[in-house]
C-alpha cells in the first residue's frame, strides 16, 4: 500500500504516519520526490484497517498496490531511481554504457580494452573473474587475481568496474573491489545470492534469467530491496526460446514493460542477446530507442583469442563505431550519451 503526502507535508506528520503503520507490524519505505513524497508500506495490509490514515494530517491519498512486487513497483516511488556509476548515474538523463571483455584475462588486455572503451564513451568497465559456464570444463576465470586487476585498471583510468559474483561466500570479497556487483542470468533466482547482495548498499547489476518471466526479474529485485538495497539495475540479456537462429531471443518489449513497471534503472545487454558480433550494433540501437537507460557490451581487444564469448566480443573498431553510431538513437529519444574523450585523459 502506499500512502500519498500532501504537498509541503511536515516531518512530524511524516514521523506520525510511520509510526502509526510501523505499530500496526508493517514497514515503511519513504519516497522523496520533487513534487510529493510517498510512504510505501508493507506487510499485512488488514492491520492498517481499522486506522483511518485519511484523516491524518498530511495524507492526501491511500493506494492498494495490487502487483506482487512492492518496493520495486513503480507506484512505490515518487521518481526514477538514479543509480549512481562513478561520475554517471544509470536512470537519470544520460544513456550510459558499460563495456569491456567477457572475462578478465590479464592486466594489459584489460588496461587497454578500459581505455578504448573510456575515449569512446563508456562511463564503466565490465570484467568477469569468476565466470559462470555451462561446461565445468571451460575457462571459468581468474579469480581473485582478475578482481586485482580490474581494481588496478580502475585506479589507472577512472573507470568504475562491475564483476559477477556468483557464490554467497565471496559476496565479500567481490564487494571489497566491485562497484558494481553482477548477479548473472544463471542466479537470478539464487535467492540466498540475492539476499546477501541486498545486505549491502553496492549496487546491484541484476540480469535476467533465461527463462525468467519480467514479473520474476522484478520479484528477484525486491529479494535484494527488501533487504535494504534499493541500489538494483535490471538487465535484458534475451532469454531461451524456440529460436536457434540467435544465441538468445532479446526480447525489445521487456523494457518498456520494465521502465512501465518499476523505478528502477533498466539497461541491455545485446552481446549476450545476440550471440554474435554482427548483432550486437542493431540490437543497441533498439535498445536504446524503446528506452534503455544503458547498455552492456563485450569488447576484446582480438575477439578471435578471446577465453570466453570471442564470436559476440566487438574489437576496438567495431566499439567505437558503435558508439558513434548509437549517438543519432540517444539523440532522437531526447538523452545524453558520455562524449568520446581525449587519448590523453584516460
Ligand atoms: C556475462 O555478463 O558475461 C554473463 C555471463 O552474462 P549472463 O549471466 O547474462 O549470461
Ligand atoms: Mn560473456
Known sequence: MIIVTRKGVTQEELDHIRERVEAAGLRTHVSRGEHRTIVGCVGDEERLQNIPLLSFPGVEAVHPVLKPYKLASREFAAEATRVPLGEAELGGEEVVVIAGPCSVEGLDMLRSTARCVAEAGA???????????????????????????????RSETGLPVVTEVMDTRLVELVASYAD??????????NFALLTEVGRLRRPVLLKRGMSATIKDLLLAAEYVMSQGNPNVILCERGIRTFETATRNTFDLAAIPVLKRETHLPVIADPS???????????????????GADGLMIEVHPDPECATSDGEQSLDFGEFQALMRGVRPFVEAVRRTLAAEREAARV
Not at 130 to 144: A, I, L
Open 180 to 189: 558494481v556487483l553482477q548477479v548473472g542470468a544463471r542466479n537470478m533466482q
Open 123 to 153: 562511463r564503466a568497465l565490465r570484467g568477469g573473474a569468476f565466470k559462470p559456464r555451462t561446461s565445468p570444463y571451460s575457462f571459468r576465470g581468474m579469480g581473485q587475481e582478475g578482481l586485482e586487476i580490474l581494481a588496478q585498471v
Open 272 to 290: 549476450h542477446a545476440g550471440g554474435a558480433r554482427g548483432l550486437v550494433e542493431p540490437l543497441s540501437y533498439a535498445a536504446v530507442a524503446a
